[in-house]
DNA sequence: CAGAAATCCTGACTGC
DNA sequence: TGCAGTCAGGATTTCT
């Protein structure tokens, strides 16, 4: 469950292990990861490239490329990227194997197979229908807090339901989610559309707080996350309410609470996040 | 068209 | 101990 915090300390890790390498060759043990091109072109048009930058939009992972490509990678929820040496035995589950010229790997694995890899040309990166439809990014400054009101003000769907919506905001997941809206003291699962306008104001606030704070303490290690250094993020640590059932809430004391919202796994306060 | 639900997958967990 | 059943979840597809 790689979110934005997540995500962006894997290409901040990352940055630091494979900047500048070339790639000689690549692995594809998995071909379901690969979506585009086909597996044999996706390996010949990686042949010789060299990584000259990482960014990240939203979830993704994007290597940029020499010769005007792109790899754009999604971990979905148990991706992750690690940096070995190529005498260093493969752990189970490493799905794609990129061998540079220095005796070193990156390598891709993925438990449950859901992530995903796409290689494109730089100019159509935008085009891409994934991409042409995300949302603008949280920290993204042309997000005013007014364009985030109008867009919540449209949802008739519960508010955590519209967090996760990528088309409204990028890189909010199930566990960001649930903190944002603790923080904002707001039932999950009260309909967008009914919130009032300082509801929205503390969801935008928090929403970047929260990420901010995530980012800073290295994402979330709740279940397999590490990043690419192979090391956990310390947010769990500050968590308040994601997988707390059971458990005080600490800021009231009451029991933390778990349902299902959005079709997901909801956790809450029932004291400090009203309905209305 | 919007929103809800099913789908992909493996490993951890539950109950008998 | 073993085994069937359930759950977890991001984005896409399918259904209502």
């Known amino acids: 469950m790689p979110e934005l915090p997540e995500v962006e300390t894997i290409k901040r890790t990352l940055e630091q292990l ?4 070339t790639i000689e060759d690549v692995t594809i043990n998995l071909a ?3 979506r585009s091109p086909e597996p044999d072109q996706f390996r010949a048009l990686l042949k010789g490239k060299q990584i000259l930058a990482i960014d990240r939009r939203g979830k993704y992972l994007l290597f940029r490329l020499s010769s005007h490509y792109t790899l754009i990678s999604h971990l979905r ?16 589950h ?26 494109v040309k730089n100019q159509d990166v935008d085009q891409l229908k994934f991409f042409r439809n995300l949302g603008k990014e949280p920290f993204d400054l042309s ?3 007014k364009l985030f009101y109008e867009k919540i003000k449209k949802k008739n769907k519960s508010i955590k339901a519209v967090l996760l919506d990528q ?6 997941g199930n566990i960001y989610a649930d903190e944002i809206l603790f923080r904002s003291r707001i039932r999950p699962e009260m309909l ?6 300082p509801k929205i104001h503390a969801i935008y606030e928090n929403m970047k707080i929260v990420l901010r704070e995530a980012i800073e303490a290295g994402g979330s290690s709740v279940k397999s996350y590490v990043n690419g250094q192979g090391k956990m993020g310390l947010f769990q640590q500050q968590l308040y309410v994601y997988q707390k059932h059971g ?16 079709g997901r796994g909801t956790h809450y306060c029932p004291k400090c996040q009203k309905l209305r």
């Open 77 to 92: 929820m148990e991706g992750n990227y690690g940096v070995f040496n190529s005498m260093d035995a493969a752990a189970t």
């Open 247 to 262: 458990t005080p809430c600490l800021v009231c004391g009451d029991e933390i609470v778990k349902t299902r919202v959005a």
């Open 143 to 145: 997000l005013t807090e």
């Open 18 to 21: 494979v900047l500048h390498k």
């Open 192 to 197: 967008a559309n009914n919130l009032t306008k």
């Open 167 to 172: 088309e409204v905001v990028a890189g909010i």
């Open 32 to 34: 379901r990861i690969v």
């Open 94 to 119: 490493t799905h794609v194997i990129f061998h540079f010229d220095d005796g070193e790997e990156l390598r891709y694995r993925d438990t449950r197979q859901f992530g995903t890899m796409d290689l």
